[in-house]
């Protein structure tokens, strides 16, 4: 029953660990409370009075921590007035962004000082969601036929490098979460998701996905791989794209979702990493992207049109080990002969010098490798997967 009585302003607010967490009728929590989270202007006021009483009463502070957060000011960092004209309420940005956007544009503010916000700043965190949410459209769509996960032994070094990371990245980010540093968390998140896992990982995987025969031992693996990130990053994502993770179960296979049956029942559970060779993916990573400079090159001057027109050469000792260099840099094939007077261009990483050549073989008309001996005809990889 509510009474209009007030003893004192502070004294009433500062009691309220009693009137929530002390009741016997109903469970709102435990005392102490986990956090108190308020503005920064009530160190001396809220939390101060909370613990004065607390204390007094129970000798111990009612709460084990305390996040403060700044005020929202306009993008120029100006304090929002309606006579200035540069109020952003909250259901403006409801009504053209949504709550995801907003909930986003929180979790990537600074909350600890004070935080700008502007139709160009919530235009530029639409374009961090979009990002993630084409990213988990492209691995539902994916691993749609996956009826169940293969064995972690069938895994490719690739495979194995893209787990690893993305064990220590969604745990890394985990523990942002938990100690209330959602902006690291989410751009550690947000970078992994963009960069490692879409830009190389998914890229790589897009020739086994779409070509490879569809219970494949390569194509199975590479879908296990997305469904264990996909799980691990849908239940760090659910407490900010709520309705985005609720509308992804529907639609998400059972291999993802398990017992799951909408975005409250996700249970998070740590990405495991997997024993792998000792391979230096750092290596490659940079390997990678200076091979992608040099065709880049060759685009734009058009001598060639696609990466698939390519080989590669090196005769690196840090590539022994390493199997799939043909797909690490998507290209048609790695050569085993240097021909210097045909490389269309070179690049170096650590003293060792890659060649980029043509291929000399013909273009397969399915996957659209160079690895067929006659023109319009499949390349051995086709041929057995089609069964001719």
């Known amino acids: 029953e509510k009474i209009d009585h007030i003893l004192d302003v502070w004294f009433d607010s500062g009691s309220t660990w009693k009137a929530v967490l002390q009741r016997e009728d109903f469970n709102a929590?435990?005392?102490?409370?986990?956090?108190?989270?308020?503005?920064?202007?009530?160190?001396?006021?809220?939390?101060?009075?909370?613990?004065l009483i607390s204390s007094?009463?129970?000798?111990?502070?009612?709460?084990?921590?305390?996040?403060?957060?700044?005020?929202?000011?306009?993008?120029?960092?100006?304090?929002?007035?309606?006579?200035?004209?540069?109020?952003?309420?909250?259901?403006?940005?409801?009504?053209?962004?949504?709550?995801?956007?907003?909930?986003?544009?929180?979790?990537?503010s600074d909350y600890q000082n004070d935080q700008k916000i502007s139709d160009n700043i919530l235009k530029q965190i639409s374009e961090h969601y979009r990002k993630i949410r084409n990213t988990i459209r492209f691995l539902l769509a994916n691993v749609s036929d996956l009826d169940a996960l293969s064995s972690?032994?069938?895994?490719?070094?690739?495979?194995?490098?893209?787990?690893?990371l993305a064990a220590k990245k969604l745990k890394k980010a985990d523990e942002f979460f938990s100690a209330y540093e959602f902006s690291k968390g989410l751009?550690?998140?947000?970078?992994?998701?963009?960069?490692?896992?879409?830009?190389?990982?998914?890229?790589?995987?897009?020739?086994?996905?779409?070509?490879?025969?569809?219970?494949?031992?390569?194509?199975?693996?590479?879908?296990?791989?997305?469904?264990?990130?996909?799980?691990?990053?849908?239940?760090?994502?659910?407490?900010?794209?709520?309705?985005?993770?609720?509308?992804?179960?529907?639609?998400?296979?059972?291999?993802?979702k398990g017992d799951a049956k909408d975005v409250f029942s996700l249970k998070y559970a740590e990405l495991q990493s997997i024993e792998s060779k000792d391979i230096d993916f750092d290596y490659l990573i940079?390997?990678?992207?200076?091979?992608?400079?040099?065709?880049?090159?060759?685009?734009?001057?058009?001598?060639?049109?696609?990466?698939?027109?390519?080989?590669?050469?090196?005769?690196s000792d840090k590539l022994e080990n390493f199997l799939e260099l043909d797909d690490w840099f998507i290209v048609s094939s790695i050569s085993?002969?240097?021909?210097?007077?045909?490389?269309?261009?070179?690049?170096?990483?650590?003293?060792?010098?890659?060649y980029i050549m043509k291929s000399t073989l013909h273009k397969c008309p399915r996957c659209w490798k160079l690895?067929?001996?006659?023109?319009?005809k499949l390349c051995p990889r086709c041929e057995g997967v089609v069964g001719v």
Not at 287 to 308: F, H, M, Q, Y
């Open 29 to 51: 929590g435990e005392y102490p409370a986990s956090m108190y989270l308020e503005g920064s202007d009530q160190h001396r006021g809220w939390f101060q009075s909370s613990l």
């Open 56 to 108: 007094a009463i129970n000798f111990c502070a009612p709460y084990k921590s305390i996040v403060t957060h700044g005020f929202t000011n306009d993008e120029h960092g100006e304090k929002m007035s309606k006579s200035k004209g540069n109020v952003v309420a909250p259901k403006d940005v409801l009504k053209n962004y949504g709550s995801e956007i907003l909930r986003l544009w929180v979790v990537m």
């Open 152 to 164: 972690r032994d069938t895994y490719s070094d690739i495979d194995r490098w893209i787990i690893n």
């Open 187 to 256: 751009q550690l998140i947000s970078h992994f998701v963009t960069v490692e896992l879409s830009g190389i990982y998914l890229d790589i995987c897009k020739d086994r996905l779409y070509c490879e025969k569809r219970d494949s031992t390569k194509r199975v693996a590479s879908q296990s791989v997305m469904v264990e990130i996909t799980k691990s990053l849908l239940t760090l994502l659910a407490p900010i794209f709520t309705y985005t993770i609720d509308e992804v179960l529907e639609y998400a296979p059972e291999v993802i």
């Open 286 to 315: 940079t390997a990678r992207e200076r091979c992608s400079e040099v065709i880049d090159g060759l685009k734009k001057d058009k001598k060639i049109k696609a990466n698939l027109e390519l080989e590669i050469y090196c005769d």
């Open 336 to 354: 085993k002969e240097l021909r210097a007077e045909e490389s269309l261009g070179s690049f170096e990483v650590e003293n060792d010098r890659f």
């Open 371 to 376: 690895n067929s001996d006659a023109e319009d």
